[in-house]
Each structure stands twice: as structure tokens, then as C-alpha cells.
Nanobody, 115 residues
Framework: AQVVESGGGLVQAGGSLRISCTAS????????MAWFREGPGKEREFVAS????????YYADSVKGRFTISRDIDKNTVYLQMNNLKLEDAAVYYC?????????WGQGTQVTVSS
């Protein structure tokens, strides 16, 4: 099984970007999907998640009201819509699929925010 991110790129501060993560080899609707990020010189941090059981979503305080996580079960894909991007949002964004003791990480997608 694997998860693969896509959609990263360069965006101006205040702009929007949507990144995607497509899962394969696992039963997508049985996994909690999450996004983490790792900025320059920083540790990996939680950004957002959507629980598979009831669809509940959770966000880091730093992105609440600006980012939205969603999933398309038919496409085995989870999205992160990022609006009003700030310079401090620049990072490598990683997708995570988890269930019980099973977890998968993607290779990351770079999001660069320019002033």
C-alpha cells in the first residue's frame, strides 16, 4: 500500500492552493487521513485530519479557518484546500493514512509561499 501526494507548487502570500493525496493498496474508507508539514528547520507538525469512522475533521490552530481537508472515496483521494496562504505555511506537506497500528506516509509535496 502507498499514498502519493501531488499538487504542490509556488503561490503568493494570500493565494490558494489545493494539494492531493491518492491512496492505493488499502481500503481507503477505513483509514483516517491526515496532513502534516515540515518547514525549513522545523519538526514535522500536524496540520489536519479526517477520521474515517464519522468524517470528523480536526485542524491545527494555525490553519483553522484557512485550510479544509476533504476526501473523495470514489477516487481514493484526500485533499487539502489551502486559502489565504502565509509565508509560514511554506513547507513540505506529507500525507498520512492510519488505522490501528497501520500507518503509511507519502514522500511529500513542496509548497512554497512568496511575498
Amino acid at each position: 500500500a502507498q499514498v502519493v501526494e501531488s499538487g504542490g507548487g509556488l503561490v503568493q502570500a494570500g493565494g490558494s492552493l489545493r494539494i492531493s493525496c491518492t491512496a492505493s493498496g488499502l481500503t481507503f474508507n477505513q483509514y483516517t487521513m491526515a496532513w502534516f508539514r515540515e518547514g525549513p528547520g522545523k519538526e514535522r507538525e500536524f496540520v489536519a485530519s479526517q477520521v474515517h469512522k464519522d468524517g470528523s475533521t480536526y485542524y491545527a490552530d494555525s490553519v483553522k479557518g484557512r485550510f479544509t481537508i476533504s476526501r473523495d472515496i470514489d477516487k481514493n483521494t484526500v485533499y487539502l484546500q489551502m486559502n489565504n496562504l502565509k509565508l509560514e505555511d511554506a513547507a513540505v506537506y506529507y500525507c498520512n493514512a492510519s488505522r490501528d497500528y497501520d500507518t503509511y506516509w507519502g514522500q511529500g509535496t513542496q509548497v512554497t509561499v512568496s511575498s
